[in-house]
């Protein structure tokens, strides 16, 4: 069965770029998800949708695995973790239930657009900026308005929300660094949740392959969950080895790299 391979290889290197880049592995697992079950011919109506699903419940365990190996290096700020869990999850099943509602093809070019957008922006912006982040912590309402909208935005496109939280913790005096291990800690509230909204949301779709439970395809899940966590706790100890402006443009050209691809796909 050569799927299996696939995934297994598919989770360490997603693996990698969670601990790296504290992006939860998502934004790897959905596009390269979407490549394997093309290639499986799988129905359309839903290949999306299992590919973010999927993506989600994968996230859990490599999220859970790249916030410890972060808080073992103290980059994990709690207080910003607990300020913005709970509007995390309710943002994160909104968003579920969203993706449920809209076809695959316009979930992929909203998610590229998306990516595009963060990948511009972590790609010009100037060395000064990225070594001393200036602000001071967000006010309540603003917290609460960008959690939601991060759990929303995460949830619907299969990712853990780093694209988003990296940015806004830093433009809030958060260091690079410190930004990355908080948002893996903020990434397993987003994907707990969406997973179990994506899990009810699916249970009468008659379109579902066999081996899925809801909108979590487990061949996929087991062959990822299987590398992805071990090798998050590599991309994690990676990051804190690497200079902080080359940590930022490594991360913009993934972002520019996966954000084209699933742009071209979704208008062919």
Known sequence: MLEIPFYLCLGAVAGIFAGLFGVGG??????????????????????????????????????????????????????????????????????????DQLSG??????????????????LLEKRSEIESPKGSDPAGVVSAVMGLATGWISSMLGIAGGAL??????????????????????????????????????????????????????????????????FAKWGARLAHHLDQVVLQRLFGILLSFLAIRMIWISIL
């Not at 709690?78 to 239930?97: C, N, Q, Y």
């Open 26 to 99: 998502g934004i790897v697992f959905v596009p390269a998800l979407l490549l394997g079950f093309e290639w499986l011919k799988m129905e359309e109506s839903v290949l999306t949708h299992l590919a973010v699903g999927t993506s989600l419940a994968c996230v859990i365990f490599t999220a859970i695995s790249s916030a410890l190996a972060h808080h073992r290096k103290q980059s994990v700020i709690w207080k910003s973790v607990k300020d913005m869990s709970g509007f995390l999850i309710l943002g994160a099943v909104l968003g579920a239930w969203t993706a």
């Open 105 to 122: 093809f316009i979930l992929q070019l909203i998610l590229g657009s998306f990516l595009l957008v963060m990948a511009t922006k972590f």
């Open 165 to 230: 939280t990296v940015p806004f913790l830093k433009a809030h005096g958060m260091p690079i660094k410190k930004a990355i291990g908080t948002a893996s800690a903020l990434g397993l509230c987003i994907a707990v949740a969406g997973s179990v909204t994506f899990f009810l949301a699916a249970k009468d779709n008659q379109d579902l392959p066999g081996w899925s439970l809801g909108y979590v395809y487990l061949p996929a899940f087991f062959g990822i969950v299987a590398t992805s966590a071990s």
